[in-house]
């Protein structure tokens, strides 16, 4: 038989309930349930109306797990499930994009990662000196934490007329580079991240990513899809380079290539949007043999609603998203495993923009018996993929299968 799985992270889509959520300051903070909270009071009825609508997902399982994992029942979310359902719960140190991706493919983060103060400066100066010298800048921007569009729109101008990029970070473990992909240059920011990941990995800062814009004015300044993350790679084998190693393909859709420093990751295809990046999963999957594996990260979520805290935003992008699964759900043949889940939270009804620590839902279809897993670990989600692959068991995780 054909053995195929396709793993669709949908980046910051929690269901609450972690039990060290309180440690990380988020206790109480449910992502899709105060979502879907939020729609059924009519509180998120901006471009939508009504309950929150995601029959497909729900039908999967995702209002039991979202039950499952917090206790609290989201309304209108109450399909009996026809999927493989249950909660995973991370036990790496973090609520950040590598250290869930990186467990959900098999891989606990046994380290802390750095995280840099809440002041101003926030970048050490020999990090800062080094940066200028070997960039050849005549300085830099920011040095502080802020979020991505503001800090452009403040900055941009003033980066634009100096030529100094606009260096900032955020609660997660980041070293972010925004500089105008025409004024600046594309391959100069990103020669200027390969530098910066020189100078802060040994710090053990996870990512240093290129934020390239364009426009002339703060309000015409927008993100293109240039981005691109320099990452720490994994301290072990994940499940990409198992695949790989075993003669399979491994095809990240999104930033999946980025977020594993590019090991184990046979094609790499992107997108200006998540409808775009589905557009580019379903021309994928029409590529899969045997033995190959499509993950997928659907940004979207996270990066446009949870940290903006726009509540009605997400529950539109969430909609739009289960309204296309039937369009996958139609490529399923016999010996596929299609699975749905989350690398942390981002509760768009929670106080400040960061990520929130909470368990994720998980709901697999295909070639699996409908039924309850429970609770589980992240790691049990790439080692479940890994045994319907037929993959020798990894050093993390048990198969849900």
Not at 154 to 163: A, F, Q, T
Not at 289 to 317: M, Q
Not at 366 to 393: K, N, Q, T
């Amino acid at each position: 038989m054909t053995r195929r799985a396709i793993l669709c992270v949908l980046d910051s889509v929690g269901c609450g309930g972690a039990p060290d959520a309180d440690a990380f300051g988020d206790a109480g903070a449910n992502t899709l349930g105060h979502i879907a909270e939020a729609c059924a009071n009519g509180q998120a009825d901006e471009g939508r109306s009504g309950p929150l609508h995601v029959p497909n997902l729900d039908t999967l399982g995702l209002g039991a797990a979202i039950a499952l994992a917090s206790g609290l029942q989201p309304p209108g979310l109450t399909a009996q499930p026809e999927g493989l359902w249950g909660a995973a719960t991370e036990l790496s140190n973090g609520k950040d994009t590598p250290s869930g991706h990186w467990e959900l493919s098999g891989v606990p983060v046994p380290f802390d990662w750095h995280y840099f103060p809440q002041t101003v400066p926030t970048f050490p100066t020999s990090i800062t000196d080094a940066l200028i010298t070997r960039g050849k800048l005549p300085g830099l921007l920011g040095n502080c934490h802020a979020s991505g569009m503001p800090i452009i729109r403040d900055l941009g101008e003033e980066h634009i007329s100096s030529g100094k990029p606009i260096c900032y970070t955020s609660v997660d473990s980041v070293f972010q580079i925004a500089a105008h992909e025409e004024t600046f240059g594309l391959q100069r920011l990103l020669d200027l991240c390969e530098i910066a990941a020189e100078l802060v990995h040994p710090m053990r800062v996870g990512r240093v990513i290129a934020r390239p814009f364009l426009g002339k004015s703060p309000d015409t300044f927008e993100r293109t899809s240039n981005r691109r993350d320099f990452a720490i790679p994994p301290p072990e084998p994940t499940l990409c380079d198992r695949v790989v190693a075993s003669g399979g393909r491994v095809v990240g859709i999104g930033k999946i290539g980025d977020i594993f420093a590019h090991q184990g990751i046979s094609e790499v295809r992107k997108a200006t949007n998540d409808m775009g990046l589905f557009d580019e999963l379903l021309q994928a999957f029409d590529t899969l043999e045997s033995s190959d594996l499509i993950f997928a990260n659907f940004v979207e979520f996270d990066t446009l609603y949870g940290h903006p805290r726009d509540v009605a935003g997400y529950a539109r992008a969430l909609e739009q998203f289960d309204a296309r699964i039937p369009e996958l759900f139609a490529k399923l043949r016999e010996g596929d495993l299609l699975v749905f889940t989350a690398d942390h939270g981002n509760d768009p009804t929670w106080r400040g923009n960061d990520h929130t620590r909470e368990r994720v839902p998980v709901l697999m279809t295909g070639s699996v018996s409908a039924g309850e897993i429970g609770h589980c670990g992240f790691a049990d989600v790439g080692e479940s993929v890994a045994a319907h692959l037929e993959l020798e068991p990894g050093a993390h995780g048990k198969n849900l299968l």
